[in-house]
Structure formats: structure tokens, C-alpha cells
Antibody
Framework: QLQESGPGLVKPSETLSLTCIVS??????????WVWIRQPPGKGLEWIGN???????YYNPSLKSRVTISVDTSKNQFSLSMNSVTAADTAVYYC????????????WGQGTMVTVSS | QSALTQPPSASGSPGQSVTISCTGT?????????VSWYQHHPGKAPKLMIY???KRPSGVPDRFSGSKSGNTASLTVSGLQAEDEADYYC??????????FGGGTKLTVL
């Protein structure tokens, strides 16, 4: 299971920080990547980026300059940091597991709503 | 990379069949067999319904099927049931460890 946590309200220009706790399995399991995906209100899903347990990351080019995904294997969790947020970053943020074979997002968290507002 | 194109809405009566399209480019849908579909009931975690274009995970009814032709993938729901009413999203691998989703289709069971 995956469970997101973090502040529900972030001020413009500040940094959004979320954590995803992985339970029922190890974040170091081979063949899995750990992912952040978001959904702005009334819009579709947007892939933010992946991280492997080794720390190797892959980011959506449109967000790459503002996003950092990190992993803490000792706590079996991974995190998202997004700086210089604006109202356009208001969204439900999901963490998910990406299986390498087959290549699917096979487990998702329930999602957490983050609002960017002063 | 742009989002994949899905119709915003689709509908059908119970027992009917509905097909939802997902159009991309040769760099994503047309270039790879890693197209998947997710069912999303608001407030819940999205659920994988179809992967690798045509495959169904265990537990997903065989009323759900997937296909692809060129740059367009499709999800067909046969024998519509009330519980199929949800938002559906397609997703494709786009190379270089990049993933792209569709804008979503709201399926209404009339």
C-alpha cells in the first residue's frame, strides 16, 4: 500500500513537500520504480517523475527545473519536492508504483489534495 | 510532450458497449506497446484495467478489452454495468523513461 502525506496548503512561491510511505513491501524491491503523478482540478493526470531505489530519477521535462524526487530506504518512503509553486500547481498528488515488467502503474495511493494559495 | 487525446465524455445504457479512444503520436501510442488504461472513481485510487494494449490484470472482468491501431488506442466496455461509471484514463510510454496520460473520459451509464 501507498499513503501520501504532507501539507494541504502551500503559499505561492514556496516549496511543496510530500512523502509517500510504502507498506507491505520493500521500496528496494527490484523491478519497481516509485512515482509521483498529479491531477489538477477538472483536468487529466500528469506524470511528474520516477525514482528507483538506487536514487536514479527521471522527470517530466515540463517540471524538471522545479522538482526533486528522493528516496529514504531506511524509512521505506519516497518524497516529492516542488519549488516556486503557483496556483497552477494546485492538484491532487498521487504516489504510485511503476512495475518494470509489465510496465504499468500497478499500485496507487489515495491521493492528497494540495492547494497553492496565499 | 502533449497529453494523449481522449473524448471528454462517453455514455451508454446498461448492457450496451462503449468504446473510448486515446490518440497520441508515433512517439508514444504508435511507437510502443505499453498502453494502459485506468479506472478512477473520484476520491479513490486509480485502478489498472488494461495493460500492454490488450492485457487484463487478474480480477478485471473480461467485459473490458483494449486494442490499438496506429497512433490510437481504444478501451471497450461491453455489457455496461452501473459500477462501470467512472473516469477512464489512458497512459502510454513515450521513450526515455517518459510517460504521458490522456485527459480522461467520463463514462456515464444511462
Amino acid at each position: 500500500q501507498l499513503q501520501e502525506s504532507g501539507p494541504g496548503l502551500v503559499k505561492p512561491s514556496e516549496t511543496l513537500s510530500l512523502t509517500c510511505i510504502v507498506s507491505g513491501g520493500s521500496i528496494t524491491s527490484v523491478n519497481y520504480y516509485w512515482v509521483w503523478i498529479r491531477q489538477p482540478p477538472g483536468k487529466g493526470l500528469e506524470w511528474i517523475g520516477n525514482i528507483y531505489s538506487s536514487g536514479r530519477t527521471y522527470y517530466n521535462p515540463s517540471l524538471k527545473s522545479r522538482v526533486t524526487i528522493s528516496v529514504d530506504t531506511s524509512k521505506n518512503q519516497f518524497s516529492l519536492s516542488m519549488n516556486s509553486v503557483t496556483a497552477a500547481d494546485t492538484a491532487v498528488y498521487y504516489c504510485a508504483r511503476l512495475s518494470a515488467m509489465p510496465r504499468v502503474f500497478d499500485i496507487w495511493g489515495q491521493g492528497t489534495m494540495v492547494t497553492v494559495s496565499s | 510532450q502533449s497529453a494523449l487525446t481522449q473524448p471528454p465524455s462517453a455514455s451508454g445504457s446498461p448492457g450496451q458497449s462503449v468504446t473510448i479512444s486515446c490518440t497520441g503520436t508515433s512517439s508514444d501510442v504508435g511507437g510502443y506497446s505499453y498502453v494502459s488504461w485506468y479506472q478512477h472513481h473520484p476520491g479513490k485510487a486509480p485502478k489498472l484495467m488494461i495493460y500492454e494494449v490488450t492485457k487484463r490484470p487478474s480480477g478485471v472482468p473480461d467485459r473490458f478489452s483494449g486494442s490499438k491501431s496506429g497512433n490510437t488506442a481504444s478501451l471497450t466496455v461491453s455489457g455496461l454495468q452501473a459500477e462501470d461509471e467512472a473516469d477512464y484514463y489512458c497512459c502510454s510510454y513515450a521513450g526515455n523513461n517518459y510517460w504521458v496520460f490522456g485527459g480522461g473520459t467520463k463514462l456515464t451509464v444511462l
